[in-house]
T-cell receptor, first 111, second 116 residues
Framework: NAGVTQTPKFQVLKTGQSMTLQCAQD?????MSWYRQDPGMGLRLIHY???????DQGEVPNGYNVSRSTTEDFPLRLLSAAPSQTSVYFC??????????FGEGSRLTVL | KQEVTQIPAALSVPEGENLVLNCSFT??????LQWFRQDPGKGLTSLLL?????REQTSGRLNASLDKSSGRSTLYIAASQPGDSATYLC???????????????FGKGTKLSVKP
């Protein structure tokens, strides 16, 4: 059972570069979300989606972009990477108000 | 704005002890509350989900309770084992956060260490 799959697991970027973190789920979940986890800050919601074609901002959306063209995929785009975006990123999915399932995370370092 | 707090931030117990982890939330208008486990360098694994209409859920040695009126949830771990060592996070699914659908608001977790 694949569940929630994130790629890449590790990435190093230079300031100003752009990249996309991929997230895919095979559970036909309507709800998908992206969190970042930083020491002392806990998990903070970046963007979320309640279905294909619908996205909305979370607590810390600046510098990130998302789209939801299919139910399965929810990529997170960093438009111009900054050192403050060094973090571990988690994608999660669920039924609309059901149990939330997480991917293994993507560790991003911005130099 | 919903805030979720977990106290203590860290807890160390000897093997075999029963223990309780605490989670409090400021807004009782929640859909559900979920407990997770996170091992170092890993993702979050769901342990228990309690719907707002439920008082508790059990899975093996774990029992989670929910008291919406007091804004509290507890995770009870029976007969703790070294393999239980991990960070435990709770998250409340709010009824309204920037839209019509609920998002999870996380506590910062309790780091549990079970000594052999």
């Amino acid at each position: 059972n694949a569940g929630v799959t994130q790629t890449p697991k590790f990435q190093v970027l230079k300031t100003g570069q752009s990249m996309t973190l991929q997230c895919a789920q095979d559970m036909n979940h309507e709800y998908m979300s992206w969190y970042r986890q930083d020491p002392g800050m806990g998990l903070r919601l970046i963007h979320y989606s309640v279905g294909a074609g619908i996205t909305d901002q979370g607590e810390v959306p600046n510098g990130y972009n998302v789209s939801r063209s299919t139910t399965e995929d929810f990529p997170l785009r960093l438009l111009s990477a900054a050192p403050s975006q060094t973090s571990v990123y988690f994608c999660a999915s669920s039924r609309v108000i059901g149990e939330l399932f997480f991917g293994e995370g993507s560790r991003l370092t911005v130099l | 704005k919903q805030e979720v707090t977990q106290i203590p931030a860290a807890l160390s117990v000897p093997e075999g002890e029963n223990l309780v982890l605490n989670c409090s939330f400021t807004d009782s208008a929640i859909y559900n509350l979920q407990w997770f486990r996170q091992d170092p360098g890993k993702g979050l694994t769901s342990l228990l989900l309690i719907q707002s209409s439920q008082r508790e859920q059990t899975s093996g040695r774990l029992n989670a309770s929910l008291d919406k009126s007091s804004g509290r949830s507890t995770l009870y771990i029976a007969a703790s084992q070294p393999g239980d060592s991990a960070t435990y996070l709770c998250a409340a699914r709010v009824t309204n956060y920037g839209g019509s659908q609920g998002n999870l608001i996380f506590g910062k977790g309790t780091k549990l260490s079970v000594k052999p």
